[in-house]
């Protein structure tokens, strides 16, 4: 099915919807706080995540060698994925707007 999705949406949806996930436990984990509030603390560590990814020492490579390693650390730095982490985290930021307006 990736085949049959634009080259575009095949390279940053996965960074997107990372940060999504980032912005949902962001929510259940601050649940007093306002939904802006949680979307910084999602991107910021989204953020810091990507920079992280600008240092290499042995022991943070053999993490990163590990499957759940890569999976949450990345392997090098990016701005597209700066980007995509901000779409995902604004996705959820007006979903979560849009659904408060809703009630």
Request: a positive charge; hydrophobic letters at 55%.
């Amino acid at each position: 099915m990736a085949d049959q999705l634009p080259k575009l949406v095949n390279l940053y949806l996965g960074d997107a919807l990372w940060a999504l996930m980032i912005f949902l436990i962001a929510g259940f984990l601050f649940t007093k706080r306002s939904t802006l509030r949680i979307s910084l603390y999602a991107a910021t560590f989204c953020y810091l995540i990507e920079i992280s990814q600008l240092y290499h020492a042995p022991w943070i490579d053999t993490i990163r060698g590990t499957t759940l390693g890569a999976l949450a650390l990345g392997y090098g730095f990016l701005w597209s994925d700066m980007l995509a982490y901000s779409i995902g985290v604004g996705f959820g930021l007006f979903l979560e707007k849009l659904m408060l307006k809703n009630r």
